[in-house]
């Protein structure tokens, strides 16, 4: 059997990198400082620390949940790292974060894998608890970083022959994230729960195992996400991650993942961000004000969502 | 299984205690929070403090009257918040552009009317689910406000314009009057009309609605329209109350509203709830974070607590439901 290629299969198949190349022509063709080394990589440094969190809320989108505590968990882990590094030093700060990452990650994937909550109110919740366990924390004062001549100023500030440390991170979390997902026996239970959640049980996958585990994957890029953004500021208050879980949701569904669950991939995800951060970029460089970015944001997402839908069933009216 | 969850079965005199007993949970936390903060602070059950209380939990509750709605539906609406300071900013705006009050007032809520539909079309339309449609509006809507605004506080000129809600019966404001009517009002549209009986019907189950001959895009239509609506009714009464128009305004409180209306009892997945529990959430919102704000404690512990009570009110539920589904 040949299969035909019906213009709807053409689009839902490459939709996202010709929108992605049709953004990148634009904005190189509307601001001419766009296409410089320096620029591209200046971007790339600053998507990296919502790139890594979308890697990680990728995970618990596919398995059809949502993690709103992202932004919350940022701003707290960021004021963790940063004042743990101020007693106990880098590597003692490091640690600290990462568990804390992987406790947050526990907590919300306890009430929404094993206690059944609403995976919006659940880590809505944790959202509301992280910000008041962040103030008690830090006292609502600002943190800074003591000694900035230590090791840990690598993750932000760093670079690698010419790259950029945060990006350097997040393509290699990409890849290892992008290695679980598309080739575990892991990453296929977390598409099948996403898909169907009933068969996936009749299947002998244990889905709230995995769904936990989604969770914990978050949390953890959460964490590392910290540990850029601390690394690169230097310093941490207790509102420097607000709004990030929206900007993440909207990379993610930009990128083409599915928020009822079972499709999407990691390399979608990063592609999503990119696309953000470049409009962004753009805008800013074509000398448009810094909220401009929203309003094409809104349009592109409901743009890119409904062409999706679109092609999938085959018209454009529901 | 879950062929009965709207109504949760009465089975024994034991199953119905313990069923009103779970269903009004709202109400009895509600008074026990109230007890509470009577007994440790001298101030709070004083006729200002609780008048104070209402006119405060307003703001709030109008912006969750219409998340009940959209609920109620199985939707949601998370632009309601940059919505609300849409209105606040058009209505100072062009009130200080040389607007009459009324005319400023009605652009202002015709804006919000209009975003409302225009996500009410997105959905109906296209298909997509509403979460997406309104996290794009929340971006876009505050971009709007921005561009408006240039980024700046609106500060009113006319300072007889903050005093148009300056109205009182007792002691109670005429934002509060308005948020009780309006609790009234889509109590009563939502039992009592077939449009509101329609709504339990979509968010139960949209395809037997569809066979039933519900129009369910034009339904869903409606309800993102008033919700937008009460969001800018909400955005102009905060900006009569504080005479000035923050672009970030309202950020956020879609997310409060939404814990208002979980809180509760009514469902996020549709089919169940109504204006008393959204009441009730309201209330209880309101009522804890003043009771707190008189215990001087510092803030972190208003949003350690509301994280915990929503929580608790998630737990509630859950025992509800597995309650109501060991009685069939």
Redesign the interface.
């Known amino acids: 059997m040949i299969a035909t290629l019906t213009t709807g299969d053409f689009i839902r198949r490459n939709g996202l990198i010709i929108a992605f190349a049709a953004i990148l022509a634009i904005v190189a063709l509307s601001a001419p400082t766009f296409l410089t080394v320096g620029n591209l990589l200046g971007v790339l440094r600053q998507i990296a620390i919502v790139g890594t969190i979308a890697v990680g809320v990728t995970f618990v989108v596919i398995s059809g949940r949502l993690d709103l505590s992202v932004g919350s968990g940022l701003t707290f882990l960021s004021v963790l790292v940063v004042s743990q590094h101020n007693q106990i030093g880098p590597a003692g700060a490091l640690a600290v974060t990462l568990c804390c990452g992987l406790l947050i990650g526990a907590c919300n994937g306890f009430?929404v894998a094993y206690?059944?909550?609403?995976s919006?109110?659940?880590t809505?919740?944790?959202?509301?608890?992280l910000?008041?366990?962040?103030?008690?924390y830090s006292g609502?004062a600002n943190v800074n970083v003591a000694d900035s001549t230590t090791w840990f100023s690598f993750f932000g500030r760093g670079s690698v022959l010419g790259i950029p440390a945060p990006v350097l991170l997040l393509v290699l979390g990409a890849a290892v994230a992008g290695f679980v997902l598309m080739r575990t026996r892991f990453g296929r239970a977390v598409f099948a729960v996403g898909g169907n959640e009933t068969a996936s049980i009749f299947s002998g996958i244990a889905a709230p195992r995995i769904v936990f585990a989604t969770y914990l994957i978050s949390g953890l890029a959460t964490a590392c996400a910290a540990i850029i953004m601390g690394s690169r500021v230097m310093g941490a208050q207790s509102t420097i991650g607000q709004g990030y879980e929206?900007t993440v949701?909207?990379g993610i569904?930009l990128g083409g993942t599915s928020?009822?669950g079972g499709y999407g991939s990691i390399w979608r995800t990063i592609v999503g961000v990119a696309m953000l951060g470049f409009i962004e970029n753009g805008l800013i460089l074509m000398g448009f004000?810094y909220?401009?970015?929203?309003?094409v944001?809104?349009?592109i997402?409901?743009m890119a969502?409904?062409i999706d839908?679109?092609a999938k069933?085959g018209r454009l009216?529901? | 299984m879950t062929q009965s969850l709207t109504q949760p079965a009465l089975s024994g005199h034991k199953g119905m205690a313990r069923t009103i007993l779970l269903r009004s949970h709202i109400w009895l936390f509600l008074l026990a929070a109230c007890v509470f903060f009577s007994v440790v602070s001298p101030y709070f059950l004083t006729v200002n403090n609780l008048a104070n209380v209402l006119t405060q939990s307003a703001f709030i509750g109008i912006l969750a009257i219409g998340m009940t709605l959209v609920m109620i539906n199985g939707e949601i609406d998370l632009s309601v918040g940059a919505t609300l300071a849409l209105a606040c900013a058009l209505a100072i705006g062009l009130h200080n552009g040389g607007a009459s009050a009324p005319v400023a007032i009605a652009a202002a809520l015709l804006a919000g009317t209009a975003m409302g539909l225009l996500n009410g079309s997105l959905v109906a339309l296209s298909g997509m689910h509403s979460f997406v449609v309104t996290l794009g509006a929340l971006i876009g809507i505050r971009g709007l406000v921005f561009v408006y605004t240039g980024g700046n506080a609106l500060l009113v000129n006319d300072f007889e314009y903050t005093e148009i809600p300056e109205v009182y019966l007792g002691q109670i404001s005429l934002t509060a009057m308005i948020f009780f009517a309006l609790v009234l009002f889509f109590q009563w549209f939502l039992t009592s009309t077939r449009h509101g009986r329609e709504a339990y019907a979509v968010g139960d189950n949209v395809e037997a609605a569809r066979d039933a001959g519900i129009r369910v895009g034009r339904h869903k239509l409606i309800n993102f329209t008033l919700c937008g609506f009460l969001a800018a009714l909400s955005g102009v009464l905060l900006s009569m109350r504080l005479g000035t128009a923050e672009p970030q305004a309202g950020r956020s409180w879609e997310l409060w509203a939404i814990i208002a209306v979980v809180l509760g009892g009514t469902r996020l997945k549709g089919g169940y709830g109504d204006m008393w529990r959204t009441l009730g959430g309201v209330l209880a919102l309101a009522v804890v974070q003043n009771g707190l704000r008189l215990l001087n404690t510092p803030n972190y512990v208003e949003l350690i607590v509301m994280g915990l009570v929503l929580l608790l009110a998630l737990g509630l539920d859950r025992i509800m439901l597995l309650g109501t589904r060991k009685g069939e």
């Not at chain 1, 809505?124 to 608890?129: K, N, R, V």
């Not at chain 1, 910000?131 to 008690?136: A, F, K, R």
């Not at chain 1, 909220?291 to 309003?295: D, F, K």
């Open positions: 009430l206690l059944r909550f609403d919006l109110i659940a809505l919740a944790m959202l509301s608890l910000q008041g366990v962040t103030i008690w609502g929206l949701l909207a569904i928020l009822l004000p909220y401009v970015q929203w309003l944001t809104w349009a997402v409901i969502v409904w839908l679109a069933r009216l529901a």
